[in-house]
């Protein structure tokens, strides 16, 4: 038996809310009665009740078509049209406002989410709460993990609340969390986020905790407590703005009071903002701890090993032909034996590109230097030996591009500097009265001329090749006046170290060129290799007297630089630098690398500099099987016969898994001398798919460049 029950409204106060109340509720049973009351229908064997896109299954069912409230029991099945799914014992329900309250409950929500509860609450849509229930998005009887919760409050697309959950593997409880917030989209939403775990012999165990704010559209803000184990609790705060899409800043703060007593603390901010006249505006700031945060606790290499912060803030603006950069700049030393003091307090630099003085064939560039320098003259931290001075430099050049054919180029540049200075420095570091310093330059291009070859394949598909050599001849210039004012000189930087200069350089530069044809049927050029070599030759060395024998050294190393990528899976570079006074090699460094496949990548590099530290570094790639890959890179002190860093990861993530994770080992040697340590640590993270992921957070751990780079 089948009854179509509506309800008549009346045309002209029609709404929508209206409009869905007359959409008629079907019922179709074995047995069908109404009831005393007009509108209330029970039902049973076989009921099937449908509403727009909503499907509900029971053995008997009561229901009031006018309101659309109702009870159901027995087998009961509810089915919407986004997947969505349920099967409960007793379910009472609401056709029309899309609620419920489903006993025994087991389904999915969206076909996504599986679930199963003593109680299910439907809100609405995309509204559920669940009390002593289980959540997962795994397919199976016994799921690849689920979360079993007092309560559980789930909002689609936004949201998951969690009260005393605990976390399962396999149906084992591995990590019980008392509250929790879990974000279900991309967008920003404030709330807990999800612990990070990790392990390691200097700090022990770590567990990282924070909270998300999105304060509104434009900033947002993360405040952490990390728990050290052997150091203590480190609070952190990140902030970050976006108010225009002209201004967008970031604000980093972390303070640790270790359990040795020693304090810890970093500050770290960006500022960029592009005003409506042009000029931009970059800052940074970075202050940390006499005892360096960075060398302690960083994961970053070259944070780790740096040698000062760098503060600074800097104004620009850039026409066709000028540009303008205002510089404020402070930088501090992060060794704690020393103090590098050095501050430019403002330098400020107006340049002109070459261009061209009307029809002459001249060209005109420029560029000048207004600074103001402060420099601790003593390294020593417990002495201040403040320097002030302020330096102005204006340097004009001249040039002219001359072809006395059409295979040689001559370019010619002169230039005229002036610089003065507020005070200088003798040799014992006495202050002197300001001076001036003049000074010349000339430089001249010699290019040309240019040979080059097609060879051709004998076969078609390896298309054909141009072999292109390209000599070039460089003499720089600076004539020896105004030595006496040189020597006042407290150097800061290139212009301050200008000094007499008389050098002829010369470089071969050979580079293969491979014709090939794109998918599209598109023919292009590839260079597939360049190979230089080049010298220079110092007459003031040739012509000053030596002052014992084999001490003027006129010529300098021998250069050669080699960068090729012969077939796209294939990298082979190396530079080197020969010694040919000494007879010696001075430096070699090269690089491999081979991608046999889009799933295996290797790399090899070795860069050895004479009196120096010899190292190599590797890195492997490997995506071994489907949702499986494993990384492991390397650098290794060929000196003292140590690996310097070890790193391995595994990764699984599988797209059709409902998890994924990642296994970490990191050892490696950190500090030189008496601050030298060992450390090792061991991150899991775990991503569950559809949720987020709980993780050792973010480690830069990248020793090489990726093969792409090159």
């Given at each position: 038996m089948t009854l179509l029950s509506s309800i008549?409204?009346?045309?002209?106060?029609?709404?929508p809310k209206s409009d869905q109340n007359s959409i008629p509720i079907q019922i179709s049973a074995d047995h069908v009665t109404q009831s005393g009351e007009k509108d209330t229908i029970r039902a049973w064997g076989n009921v099937v009740i449908v509403y727009q896109e909503k499907t509900l299954k029971a053995n008997k069912v009561s229901i009031n078509t006018e309101t659309g409230k109702g009870e159901a029991a027995g087998n009961v099945s509810i089915v919407s049209s986004d997947g969505t799914k349920?099967?409960?014992?007793?379910?009472?329900f609401n056709m029309k406002s899309e609620t419920a309250v489903i006993s025994q409950a087991k389904g999915s929500?969206?076909?996504?989410?599986?679930?199963?509860?003593?109680?299910?609450?439907?809100?609405?849509e995309?509204?559920?709460v669940l009390n002593d229930g289980a959540f997962t998005t795994c397919r199976g009887k016994i799921p690849d993990w689920s979360i079993e919760t007092k309560l559980m409050d789930i909002k689609r697309h936004d949201r998951i609340w969690i009260e005393g959950a605990k976390l399962k593997i396999r149906d084992v409880p591995i990590l019980y969390l008392p509250a929790g917030y879990i974000p279900m989209d991309q967008t920003r939403k404030s709330g807990m986020l999800i612990p990070s775990v990790g392990s390691s012999n200097t700090d022990g165990f770590t567990l990282s905790n924070s909270y998300f704010w999105a304060i509104n559209p434009w900033s947002d803000a993360t405040v952490s407590i990390d728990y050290l184990d052997k150091r203590g609790v480190r609070p952190g705060l990140e902030y970050r703005y976006t108010p225009t899409k002209d201004i967008n800043g970031k604000f980093t703060g972390l303070y640790l009071d270790d359990k040795s007593g020693t304090q810890f603390w970093k500050v770290d901010m960006l500022h960029n903002q592009n005003f409506n006249n042009g000029f931009n505006l970059a800052g940074k700031l970075d202050l940390e701890s006499d005892n360096s945060f960075n060398k302690?606790?960083?994961?970053?290499?070259?944070?780790r090993t740096r040698r000062q912060t760098d503060s600074y803030a800097s104004l620009t603006k850039t026409w066709t032909d000028n540009s303008l950069d205002a510089l404020m700049r402070y930088r501090h030393s992060s060794q704690l034996d020393r103090d590098d003091t050095l501050g430019q307090l403002p330098q400020i630099t107006f340049k002109t590109q070459r261009i061209r003085l009307g029809e002459t064939g001249v060209f005109f560039n420029q560029e000048s230097n207004i600074s103001s320098f402060l420099v601790d003259l003593n390294t020593s931290p417990l002495i201040d030996t403040n320097f002030n001075v302020q330096r102005v430099d204006f340097h004009p050049q001249l040039s002219v591009a001359l072809n006395p054919t059409s295979w040689l180029t001559f370019t010619p540049t002169l230039g005229l500097r002036e610089t003065w200075y507020s005070k200088g420095l003798d040799s014992s570091n006495k202050e002197l009265s300001g001076f001036s310093r003049e000074s010349i330059d000339f430089r001249a291009i010699l290019q040309g001329p240019k040979f080059n070859k097609i060879f051709r394949a004998s076969e078609g598909k390896y298309g054909a090749f141009k072999h292109v050599i390209e000599p070039r001849f460089t003499f720089d210039y600076v004539?020896?006046?105004?030595?006496?004012?040189r020597d006042k000189i407290r150097e800061f930087d290139q212009i301050d170290q200008i000094n007499p200069t008389s050098v002829l350089s010369y470089s071969l530069t050979q580079r293969l060129l491979k014709k090939e044809t794109t998918e599209d049927g598109i023919e292009q050029s590839?260079?597939?290799?360049?190979?230089?070599?080049?010298?220079s030759y110092d007459f003031r060395e040739a012509e000053k007297a030596p002052s014992s024998p084999n001490s003027k050294r006129p010529f300098s190393n021998f250069r050669i630089d080699l960068d090729s990528r012969l077939a796209e899976p294939l990298i082979i570079n190396f530079d080197s630098e020969y010694d040919v006074h000494r007879n010696r090699l001075s430096s070699f460094n090269f690089e491999f690398g081979i991608k046999p496949s889009s799933s295996l990548m290797m790399l090899l590099e070795r860069r050895y500099t004479r009196d120096e530290n010899t190292f190599w570094g590797t890195s492997i790639d490997w995506a071994f099987k489907e949702g499986w890959r494993a990384k492991y890179s390397a650098r290794y002190d060929e000196q003292s016969s140590t690996f310097r860093e070890n790193d391995f990861s595994l990764l699984y993530d599988a797209k059709c898994s409902c998890w994924g994770f990642t296994l970490d080992f990191v050892q490696r040697t950190l500090g030189t001398g008496p601050t030298l340590r060992d450390e090792t640590k061991f991150l899991l993270g775990i991503q569950l798919k559809g949720l987020g992921s709980i993780s050792s957070g973010k480690i830069n751990r990248r020793t090489l460049r990726e093969f792409d780079d090159y």
């Open positions: 008549a409204h009346s045309e002209t106060n029609a709404d349920f099967k409960s014992k007793r379910t009472r929500i969206a076909d996504t989410y599986f679930v199963h509860a003593a109680q299910v609450k439907r809100l609405s995309d509204h559920y302690t606790f960083q994961d970053d290499t070259s944070q004539p020896n006046i105004d030595q006496k004012d590839r260079q597939i290799l360049r190979f230089i070599v080049s010298q």
